[in-house]
C-alpha cells in the first residue's frame, strides 16, 4: 500500500485565518491574571510577560492579519485588546520605573469602565457572528463591570469573584479559538461554535 499524506488545509485568499490565534493570545492571557485575581497568586512576571508578549504582541500581530483579510471586527477587536494588555502592563511597571505615578483606584475605574463599554459596544458585532464570540464578549463585558465594581469598593471578595468570571471568559476564548483551528483542520464541524442563520 503506498503511504499517503493528510489533505492540506486549503485557504481561500492565501492568508491563514489569524482568529484563533488572537483568542487564545486573549483567553490564555485572561485565565492567567484571573487565577491571580482570585487569589490563588500573587502578581509575577509570569503574567506581565504573558501580557506583553502572548496577550499583547500576538493579538496585536493577528489584528493586523486581519486587516490583510479585510475583516474590520478581526482588526478592530484583537488589535485594540492586544494594546489593551501592553497598556495594563505599562500601568504596572511604569511607576515603578518613575515614569508617572501609579494610578489611583479612582483611575483605574475609569480605565477598565472605558474598556468595558468597549467590549459591550462590540458585543452587537458578535450578534451576527457565532454563540462562542457572544459569551466571549458578554462574559468579558461582566469581568470589567466587576473589575470596575471591585476597584470602586476596594472589596477583595468582589475581585475574588472577578477573578473566577474571567477565569470562565479566558477560557471560552480558548475553546472559540481552539475550535476555529479544529474546525479547519478537519474541514467540518468538530468544536461547535453556535453559528448564528
Not at 504573558?50 to 479585510?70: D, P, R, S, T, W
Not at 511604569?94 to 474598556?115: F, N, Q, R, V
Not at 458578554?138 to 476596594?154: E, H, K, N, P
Amino acid at each position: 500500500m503506498i503511504p499517503t499524506t493528510p489533505a492540506p488545509v486549503v485557504v481561500k485568499d492565501g492568508i491563514a485565518n489569524p482568529a484563533p490565534l488572537g483568542l487564545c493570545a486573549f483567553g490564555m492571557t485572561t485565565v492567567l491574571l484571573n487565577i491571580h485575581n482570585a487569589g490563588f497568586f500573587e502578581l509575577n512576571t509570569m503574567i506581565l510577560a504573558m501580557g506583553i508578549f502572548y496577550g499583547g504582541l500576538a493579538q496585536v500581530i493577528a489584528g493586523i492579519i486581519e486587516a490583510k483579510k479585510n475583516n474590520t471586527f478581526g482588526l478592530t477587536a484583537f488589535t485594540s485588546y492586544g494594546f489593551f494588555w501592553l497598556s495594563l502592563v505599562g500601568l504596572m511597571v511604569m511607576p515603578k520605573l518613575g515614569w508617572g505615578s501609579k494610578p489611583t483606584e479612582g483611575a483605574m475605574c475609569a480605565y477598565l469602565g472605558i474598556w468595558g463599554f468597549f467590549t459591550f459596544c462590540l458585543f452587537f458585532a458578535t450578534l451576527k457572528l457565532n454563540r462562542a464570540l457572544q459569551f466571549v464578549f458578554a462574559s468579558l463585558t461582566i469581568l470589567f463591570g466587576l473589575l470596575v465594581w471591585g476597584d470602586a469598593t476596594g472589596s477583595q471578595s468582589i475581585k475574588h469573584l472577578a477573578g473566577y468570571e474571567g477565569i470562565v471568559c479566558g477560557l471560552s476564548a480558548i475553546y472559540t479559538g481552539i475550535a476555529g483551528v479544529m474546525n479547519e483542520v478537519y474541514g467540518k464541524e468538530v468544536l461547535p461554535v453556535g453559528t448564528v442563520k
